[in-house]
């Protein structure tokens, strides 16, 4: 038998973790800003909007598990969002519950507060915070 | 083995470059190919191609940068440098799927347009109504759409559809990559899967479409399904089948499956693969029940856990069908045939004897299928040859179980489309596997280098062969929006042929007519019309199919459909002028709309009946779906017409019927024709001329 690459890719670390989580809290920030500010139409808006459309909802909730491969979080990130962002719209064409701007804004805090719980869980150690997965402080507790 | 190959050829080229150096040398091929690119797209002219499409009009730059970025991924890949090998792999994609966005701001393929309404239509009254069509009681993909645009500024997704298809195959890229990396443990072999991938995938579905999206659903399920929660070794089955693969290829085969790539517990996992599936449960009709085959197979042959995973997702997708079913089965068909040769046919306008361009990138199609699937096969067995049973089994079985859809849909003859689409992933898997294997050297880059660039020629016609009829003119758009939003309702839209991007705006409902059971009419639907010259005397019969769907309607001329219907050689040159020319001389129609590639005619109500009839009752209001926010439409007012005085074009006027004295206001059904006029011979039943229409997306 022909001996395989055996490459596997290695859970990120908690030091990268903290800086996507950063940079989706960042991002959802932007986007509230950028959509109060900026006048319809706009592209700077869209593509800020777009971004945390796809990806912070997802990852919100995959910051509630363990750490996997980088590339293998942000395509698992991207596909739940879309379901998260399918089920919101299907809230809203379904139902005459909420308003599009009121659901938007309920998603877009809870995804930063868990963002933020899982900013502070990860471990900030400079020993450790480059190298332990972020999984370490969970399978402790 | 072969990392460390890899290995010592990167330490080879960094002991003779610097760091920086190194990295220069591997940018600037890149950067000179998207500029020439870049350089090469103003000379490009979209609205003048022939029926070869867009192939003939790319210039030399264009060319040049699709084979360096090519090149460039292969190259790159072969010696290890999977970094710069996924950078030209962006490029590749970027070249292929940016360069029709920038040549047209608004996006190609006449029925994305009708994407587009159902988005508008949702985000304006934030209601699915189920019987206007399939897409409200499927409307994930157009709910999800319609929460963005209002989030983005963005209700009209006419502004940012087109860049969908480069989206999506970033996106899809991704996770092709990710499944590839664990099952082949290489993610060289992963970057040049992902190339052949996009080369191998000419079908054109991932524009602004449901498709689009669960394709890319689909695909995160399997990773987790393969990655996740695979087993270690297949099952009774699964052996079976590696000990028939050792007894044919004479070689003993490997029964490991990667377990190593664990991340998720099990029911996190499982609960991440049902939400996923409820969005594509929610948003397609079909994608639902290829991942089921695709997960069944792999559950059947022990490759994956638990069994009960596949009962579970059948089981939501059942729930959902269920009350739907009877649109489906009074609209569409459950089961079209129970014969797969029948199935797999693709019945489109091809065969209605195109032009030789539009036989040549239909062939250009077929051949890359062919190389696809024949690629596949050989691959299979040379991976069986090196013993890799086991995870070669797990792609073989992605690549296959597709293929169970033509033993019961043809989906309205796009079912080979979708097999394509659904299995080329896996193929190309194989192929790159089986290619980077090679150890002779030179061979691996001359072979994957040589098949990698004449899968990009062929992919070219396959995928733009169609421009001169995909592309949709800037006048075509303003046309429908204006139809859309000043058009009095309820009428009918009626094309002379299929092209024009109808039921674009957030009314569309409205425009079936109050009779009417398709929003899809044209007139070259109608045999009659077809394979003959068309003159004055056919007008009364326009009016009676326009009046079949209701007493208003709109008779839309353009030039795509012109296009259409001379590709397809529907009708013969001058055919559609001629009745254009007849329609505009006709006291029962009136010049509604003019622009540069669209003209719109309103069909006039019936002179007054000299006695007082009971009143109509096809001219009540269409009767109104019960909107729960819908706010209440403004009077309309008058249409306005853009040049009211400007002649319809040709002058090829046949003699003006002089029609005779309206009968009485006509009841249902229809009335008989105003005066006797020769019928043409009926025409052997041809399939629609809806080319790659397909109402369930």
Known sequence: VAPLDADIPEAMTARTRRRIDACAIALVVVAAVLATALEAGSPIRAVVVLGAF????????LSLGRSGPPAAMLGVAVGL??????????????????????????????A??????????QPRSPLTAGEAPATARRAAD | MATATAGTTAEVRDSVLSRPARAAALALPLVGALLAWAISLPGIDLYSLDDYGLTPALPVAWWMGLVVCVAGTVWNACAGSTRWAW????????????????????PHYSWTYKHIGVVRFLGEYQDADPGVDIYNRWPGFFALSALFGNAAGLPNPVRYAALSEFF?????????SNIVRILTGSRRVAVVAGLLFVLFNWVGQTYFSPQAMTFFLHLVILWIVVSQLGRDAPGPLGRAVLRLASFVVRRPQDRTLPTEGRWMAPWVAIAL??????AIVVSHQLTPYLLLFEVGALTVLGLTRPRLLVLGLLLLAVAYLAPNLDYIREHFQLVSSADPVSNAQRSTSYNFEPKAGKAFNELAGRSLVILMLGGAAISTFVLARRGHGARALALLVLALAPFGLVLGQNYGGEAPLRVVLFCSPW?????????MGITGRGWRPLLLGGGAVLASAVFVPANFGQEQLHSVPADEVRAS???HANGRTPAVVMLAATGFPRRYGPRYPEFRGPRGEDYDPSLLQVGSFRHRALSAADVPRVVEIIEKYGPRGYLVFSSTQSTYADVFRLSPPGALDSLEAAIAASPRFDLWYRGSDARIYELLPRPPAPVAAAPEAVDEPATPRPAKRRPSRPAQAPPARREPSAPPPPPVIAPQPVLPPAPPPPPPPLPPPPAPRPQPPPPPPPPPPGGTFDDSG
């Not at chain 1, 599009?100 to 809870?110: E, K, M, P, Q, S």
């Open chain 2, 481 to 483: 929006e204006f139809l």
């Open chain 2, 87 to 106: 950078a030209y792999l962006l490029g590749v994609v970027a070249v292929l799927f940016l360069t029709l966005p920038v040549l047209a701001e608004q």
């Open chain 2, 273 to 278: 693969v049902f939400a996923i599936h409820a």
């Open chain 1, 81 to 110: 969002s879309l379901a998260v962002d399918v089920a919101g719209g299907l809230l809203l064409v379904w139902t005459d519950l909420v308003d599009i701007a009121v659901l938007t804004a309920i998603v877009g805090t809870l």
């Open chain 1, 54 to 61: 796809v990806l912070v909802p997802g990852w919100a909730l």
């Open chain 2, 168 to 176: 999506f195959t970033a996106l899809n890229l991704l996770i092709i």
């Open chain 2, 427 to 435: 193929c190309a898997a194989l192929i790159a596997w089986a290619l």
């Open chain 1, 112 to 121: 930063v507060l868990l963002l933020i719980d899982d900013l502070v869980r």
